[in-house]
């Protein structure tokens, strides 16, 4: 009897999950809670909820693979709210990872987050052992999955692994408010809206073009010799850039000008993060491709075809 070698994908319908399903292999299983168009070849979509439990184990048995993308939060979305993280993320995430002890065969690819779980520790590249330090309840959320992946594999054998990405950005991130800078600013610039800055601009982001962590992506789906356990690696960039250098670099790209509004800064937001990612390099030989003047500019060619006429329709 072959072993199965479907890829379950939670949260398909976000900015990463629709840039990495058109590269995934069939048979590809995608759990959303918002309805999918425009499937591969070769994907088949559930609209229901990561801990959906009759769709799960329908799924699960034949896949080799789940790679989460899911989360309903940001940090300034659950700011204030514990409770709206726990029920939203946590609480769903047990639920899905207690079914999961049933699956032993099926290797998990968690996306975590590189920008939040370590706090503020320093104008330095922080590498994994980095002591974490959460400002924001959708970090602290983070951590604790984390955790429970580590004893997940624990209590049910497996390869997992975790990923504590930066900030993604590149061709296919639409406006969502709450979701994405980049996006964010192309919105505002079109509508000449001022972009709501929360201190002085000088928070400093490791951005990561899509294309690049993709691509680490299916690298990773082709390792077959995984060890049982959990690894963590950082995937970023490995440099840095403020926010308001970041609106200097898009007024260069498209030629119009940032507005900006400055107002008091937020306690959930790190001050300075850049990743070290030595780790992942080591083990797999990645490293990220793009610079952040060359992937803004792809970006914003994407924009002007697919978003901005849109808009101006």
């Not at 048979?27 to 168009?37: A, C």
């Not at 073009?209 to 960039?237: H, K, M, P």
């Amino acid at each position: 009897m072959s072993e199965p070698n479907g890829i379950l994908v939670l949260g398909g319908s976000g900015f990463v999950g629709q840039c990495l399903l058109p590269h995934l292999p069939p048979p590809v299983y995608v759990i959303s809670r918002q309805k999918l168009s425009n499937l591969p070849v070769g994907a088949q979509a559930f609209q229901v909820g990561l801990d959906d439990v009759p769709t799960l184990k329908k799924i699960l048995p034949e896949c080799r693979w789940l790679i989460h993308l899911a989360s309903d939060s940001t940090p300034g979305v659950s700011a204030g709210k514990p409770l709206f993280e726990a029920e939203h993320n946590l609480v769903p995430n047990l639920r899905l990872f207690e079914l999961l002890q049933d699956y032993p065969h099926v290797k998990l690819l968690y996306l975590s987050s590189g920008g939040a779980v370590y706090g503020n520790p320093g104008d330095v590249a922080v590498p994994e052992y980095t002591p974490l330090h959460p400002l924001s309840y959708y970090a602290a959320g983070k951590i604790a999955l984390e955790a429970f992946i580590t004893a997940l594999v624990q209590q049910s054998p497996r390869p997992a692994v975790i990923l504590r990405p930066s900030n993604f950005y590149g061709p296919g991130q639409a406006y969502r408010p709450g979701f994405g800078v980049i996006p964010t600013i192309l919105q505002y610039q079109q509508q000449g809206k001022p972009l709501h800055i929360w201190g002085d601009g000088e928070n400093v982001r490791d951005y990561l073009f899509i294309e690049d962590f993709i691509q680490l992506c299916l690298l990773l789906l082709r390792q077959n010799e995984l060890e049982t356990g959990s690894e963590i690696y950082n995937v970023g960039a490995g440099y840095g850039y403020s926010l308001n250098q970041l609106c200097g670099l898009l007024e260069q790209v498209t030629g119009q000008s940032v507005l900006r509004e400055y107002h008091p800064a937020r306690t959930v937001d790190v001050r300075y993060i850049i990743l070290d990612t030595a780790r992942i390099q080591s083990a797999y030989g990645w490293q990220a491709q793009t610079a952040l003047a060359d992937g803004l500019m792809r970006t914003w060619r994407w924009w002007l075809n697919h978003v901005k006429n849109q808009w101006e329709q």
